[in-house]
Every structure is written in C-alpha cells, then in structure tokens.
C-alpha cells in the first residue's frame, strides 16, 4: 500500500512492541505495558493482536485470521484484508498450513506446531479486574502474586452453584506465577495452552499490554483439589461433519426451539468434510438438545 | 446447509462499504458539501475533531468531518490514525499563551483589567430562539462593528494575582526535564500533572462537562472562580538543532482557561488561591473549563484533600476520558461472541438441571 | 572511521528476520538460530550481534557498551541512532565477557520487564563446555554448549535465576549464530 511501511507500522514502533514481546517471553504470563499505537481499525476490534502480528509478521510467512472459530465472520476478513494489503503476504484458512495465526475468542481444534505462533486477540489482558478496577492495585498485586481473591472468587461460586460458574476467560496460573486472562476463549480451549508446541503471543491495544507463553510451558486453570477444573461443550455432534469432540457452535433454526449445531472451527469441520466425514445435516428439536 | 452461512463474510463488507458511501453522499440532486464549507461554516465541528483527533490541521479535520457523516467521535478517530503514522520532525517549545492575538478574553473575577473585556464571537448572550432566517441561505451577515484593540498585550489574570503573591506559582516547580507522552508510553501510576493535561487535552468534551460538573456539585468541589478564559492566535516555534534558535512555523488557535480555586495555606505558609489549567486546539470554552476543573480536582494530593469523588480519582478520569479507546470498546460489543455465548448456555443450562435436580430430590425427600 | 561500513542492505525486512530468530531463541531457550550473515560490521562486534543490536536498540532505549566493545561504539551510535549508556544498568548491554550480573539492572517487581537484556558476544556457540538448560520453552532440559562463558558461569545464572519473575535476560551471540536464555531458565553444569 502506498505511503505505508510494510505491515502498516512503522519501523520504530516495530522495534518498540518487539522489545515488549521479548520480555513477554522472558516473564512468561506477565503483562507488559507498551506503547500501543492508534490503529486504523477501532480499539477493541483487534488492534492489539494486530500489533503484534505485524510487528512479527515477515515476507515469507502465511497469515490465518480467525474469530469465533471461523476464518470468514466479518471482522476476521477484515484483519485478514488489512495485511494481505499492508504486508501483501500470503493468507490461508488451512490451519495447518499458517505459520501466524491471528485468533479472537478460539483456538485451533487442530494441535498447533512448533514452528507456528498464535497471536491473541486481547480485550481485557488484566484477570483481576473484575476484582479491583484499579491497575495500580493489580499491579501490585502480580508483584506479590497476591491472588487470594481470585481463589475466593471461585470458591464462591462453588458454594452458590456447586461449581465454578465462569464458562470463558477462565483465568490460569502460567509457570506456576503469574495469574493470566487467556482472553475470551471458551473454557474448553483452556487445556490446549499447557505445554503448547507453538509460541503464544497476547496482544491488548487499548489496554496497552503484551504478554506471552513460551512452548512448553505450564498453563493451569485455577481450580481445588476436590473441584478440578473441567471444560464444557454442547453434547452432540457436528450436524455437517459429525465430530463428537469439537467445540459447537448452536445455529437456531426456528422459533419451536429447532437447532444446529455445528464445529466452531470452520477450517477443523472443512478438512474434515473433505476427508468424507459427515453428519446428520439436520436441525434437531429442542427435546433432542436438552 | 442455508442456516451456517460460513462464506461471505467478504462480499457483506464491500456491499456495506458501498451502501454507506451511498448513504454519506445522500440525495445527489443536492449539491455536495466542500471541505471548505465544513472549515468555514461547521468551524466549532472541526475544532473539536481537532482536539479530540490531537492533530492540527482544520483541512484533514473538515475532510474526517465530511467522511463521518458529522459524526465528531468517528472523525477524532479519523484524524488519530492518520497521526499516528507521521513522522516527528521536531518538538515544539512552549506556545506563550500571554502572546495570544485575542479574539476573546474574559475574566471573571475582575470589573475591568488591563487590555479589557473583550467579549467576541460568543454565543454566551445569544437567546438561544431557532433564526430562522438562516434557514433561507444566501443573505451573508453585516460585517462586525470592530475597534482597536486597548493594550498591545493583555496579561494573564493569574500573572496579576502572581505578582501579589495571592496564586500559587504556575506549574511544577521542578518540571520533569521531559514531558511525557501517553501517545508514545503507556499510562503508569501516580500520573503526572503533564500527561493527566495531555490526556485531558485530548479528552472527549463531555466526559470532561460531566465531570467538571460533578466537582461543582459537590462532588470533589473546588470553589471554582473563572480567572480568565482567552481565545486567539499563537505562534508555534520550534529550535531546529542545526540553527540553534527558534522558529515560527505558523499559528494555532487555542483556548485557554485559568480557573483561580479554593486557598490554601498553613501555619507557616501564607494562604494562596490554587490553579485549574485547560489548554484546547481551536475555539472550545466548555472543553477548556471543564478541563481545568477536573485538572484541578485530580491535584487532591497536592493540597492533603480527600480523594472521594470521581473527578478526584486520576486513574478514573485518565483512563476514561478517551473517547476513542471508550468508543472502540463499547462498540465491539456488537462483534460476534457467540462462542463465549455458547459456552455460557452451556453453563447455565447444567445449572438449571443441577437446579431442577436439587428441588426434585427435595420434594422427594419431604413427600 | 568504522560508521562508513553499512548497516541493514534492507533494513525492514533483515530486522524482521532477525527479530524471528530472537523470538524464537528467546521463546526455545539454547537453540542456536542465524543472524546477520550479510553485514560486515566493525571489529570486535560479530555479525550477529550487529544484527541484533541493529535490530532492538534506538534512540527510544539505552544501551551500554562495555569496554570490550567500545571500538564499535561509533558505528552503533550511528546506526541504532543512541547515545551510549553510562551506567550498565540500561535497557540493553553489550558486552564480550560476562559482567557481573548484579551491575545490570534485574527489574522491580511490578515492572520486571525494564530488567536490562545483556547481549554477550562469545567465541562459539555449539561447541565448547556442555550446560544443561530446563523451564518454559523446553520440553525436556536441553544440552547447550558454548565457548567463552566464565566456569562459574551456572552459579552465577542460578543467582539471576533465582530473582524470578526479577532478572537479566541473555541474548549470546557468536559469528552469525545467536542463542538466548531468559531470566525463566535454569542451567546445569554438564
């Protein structure tokens, strides 16, 4: 694109958010603040993955962009156009075949490599939030690994409804230091974190913060002895290619409570059509679903 | 298959695109409206896209106004991510507000005062009555009565209190040898008195109305007195490295408001009137006076007063007072997130078994 | 005057192929990865290490150069565009022998991240002494060798080690080779 650097950003900004994910990657799960820029593309739709990505974006690599799972839902074509025309790399739905793959709200059904990375898209990169608004306070309590509250959080929950009530952004302890928002993955996606071959990148443009999990590391989800952690998905199987194990997607069909449901991931449930896998291909009723 | 549209997702944003340059032009039997028109006509639209947009340049804001529709916040971001991607040349020195070419200044807490009263184009006295004379076009005003200016200069209020030592002195005492730049370096805690102004400076117009508002309700008050508000030309210089003095590379119109506040003083120190600082791009009295009076509220730490209001609360203005990163957020609510939807039915539905459960059992247990 | 010899032929995409192979250094602690096997930089500094400070430093940062190094200082003012460091304690540090680690600065810990990223240039990496490296980034420990380190080398990283999530973290450069090992790594003799 004229008048435009390469990958949009400019090189000073580049060498900026690179020495934040450097030390991302040194402190693994710790948020670093950066110099977030404004982004042709509104804060909260992305900006801070896109940063990251193209800041480790290069000529030769191969670019998917997901959200919700899909490579096609609006705001992931858009992120998808805005590098293939600033960095005119090659992009790809295949997962297999991405050597960057940007995601808002998912991973991958298929098990990422070692010579991929997985850039996150990141609305609210600060886990305790939702316990104490301040950052200052936040700041200080990762310092001390202060994270009580967010035991008694859950605890509560579990006293209230007999389990842990939080179904996506479901925090994690990562090299057994740092208390980390995995972004808003459903919980489900929670355990492909842990000792991932692929190198995870985190980035928040309006909260201005970088984090990272090195491959091979240890991701938990907090949980309590006699309360481990487990994860959920709808209880049927892909109406288009059958799967009994991926994460679904519920499409309401009509108004009498008639539903689909279907692989979230649209590249997972593709390649699995492809190889002759098939499902039902028809709503079900809503007796069926519950 | 019709009910998992997975493709098309490409086709909706150009047919979107093109819908809404449909919709930006409106009927084309009447005539577009130019940039010149925004500049001239929509004046106090574009300042604000100005401010908000932290660029100055009234032509690419009246283009961001023209592209949004009017839409103010839109054009701000319009005009960010442009600046964003400019190369910095050099670094201003401090504009001298008491150099201003005035078009406006007025003071409050003074009858009269050297250089005077200068009242401008203010809608202050305005009966705010639909003119609707304006509405059938083509009769341009009467030119302004005008008279020369009284002084050759008019200085500050607060440097005439200053010089009876009856205003605490201007600014930090011990300036950081940089101010800083929140565009360039993220936010960090305790803020200084520079970027909180850079953030106000920057800061959405009504937040900061609100907010100033709020402290004159009692919520973090501050005993406000408008010592001056003035509005004009001032030069822009900047020292060039290899010249080693300074130039002037041409005028911005600013406004700028000096809140005269509550004393302060001790045993040992003689009381003082404090300050509330507001410095805009353009012609925006509101956004000034707000500003310096949440300015002054966020400096609770200065003068031992408790911090219980939200306008005293920096992190809480600082943090919110961007209607850029407040807009983004707010609206990539409407991006999808039905997969953390479905994780939540999910969730909620096995609660409401487990629920269901429960109250069976019970109801076993008691028959 | 060393400045004349060029720095990046291309200077956007050479930093993004090196920055990759310092991620990915930093990210799989002890695998070796190229770098600058185009520049020719002045003496003593290897290209690898002109690649990576090419590549990070500018005037944004600092960046001290001990007195092994000082003979590029014109050249690395030049390029990277900052003024050297008085103190050891900045954002990045060169050096060709390890320094005393307590000299760099570790972080605090609300912000670790402002800890001092030590570029050590050694005589060859791969061959030489065997250490044993183990945390986030390896799978199983992993043997990495190099030449140049001091003996003490594992007492003196367990002492930076054990200031976690505070730390340096070290970025070892030799001919057009790099390796890293972050402030999260512990190293075994052997």
Known sequence: MNGYNFAYLDEQTKRMIRRALLKAVAIPGHQVPFGSREMPLPYGWGTGGIQV???????GDTLKVIDQGADDTTNAVSIRRFFARTAGVATTTDTAEATIIQTRHRIPEKQLREDQIIVYQVPQPEPLSKLEPSRAETRRMHALAEYGSMHVRLYEDITRFGHVAISYDYPVMVNRRYLMAPSPIPAFDNPKMHMMPALQLFGAGREKRIYA????????SLDFDDHPFRTTRAPQCCALCGADDSYLDEVVTDDQGGRMFVCSDT?????????GHTGTGEPITREAAE | MAYVAVKGGE??????HAWLAEDRRGDPSVPEISLAQIQQQLGRSVDRVMAEGSLYDPHLAALAVKQAQGDIIEAAFLLRAYRTTLPRFAYATPVDTAAMQIRRRISAVYKDLPGGQVLGPTYDYTHRLLDFALAAEGHPPAPAATAPAEAATMPRVSDILRGEDLIEPDGDPNPPAEPGDLTREPLAFPAGRDVRLQALARGDEGFLLAMGYSTQRGWGGTHPFVGEIRVGECAVEITPPELGFAIDIGDITLTECQMVNQFKGSKTKPPQFTRGYGLVFGHAERKAMGMALVDRAMRHDEFAEEPNA???????????????EGTGFVEHLKLPHYVDFQSELETIRRMRREAEANAASLKEAAE | MSIDLPGFADPVAQAQSTFRAVLDAMARPGT????GNTLTPPAPLAPATAAVLLTLVDHDTTLHIAPDCVAATAWLTFHCGTAPASSPASAFALARTLPDLATLNAGTDEAPESATTLVLQVAALGTGPEFTLSGPGLKSPAAFRAEGLPPDFAARWAENHALFPRGIDLILCAGTTLAAIPRSITVQEG
């Open chain 1, 53 to 59: 990505t193209a800041s480790v974006l290069g000529a």
């Open chain 1, 213 to 220: 999990i090195p491959p091979y590391t240890d991701v938990r």
């Open chain 1, 267 to 275: 590249d997972h449930c593709e390649s699995r059509q492809a190889e």
């Open chain 2, 11 to 16: 086709r909706a944003i150009d047919n979107a």
């Open chain 2, 310 to 324: 939200p306008a005293q609360n920096v992190e809480f203005v600082v943090y919110h007072s961007d209607n850029i």
């Open chain 3, 32 to 35: 070796l990865h190229d770098a």
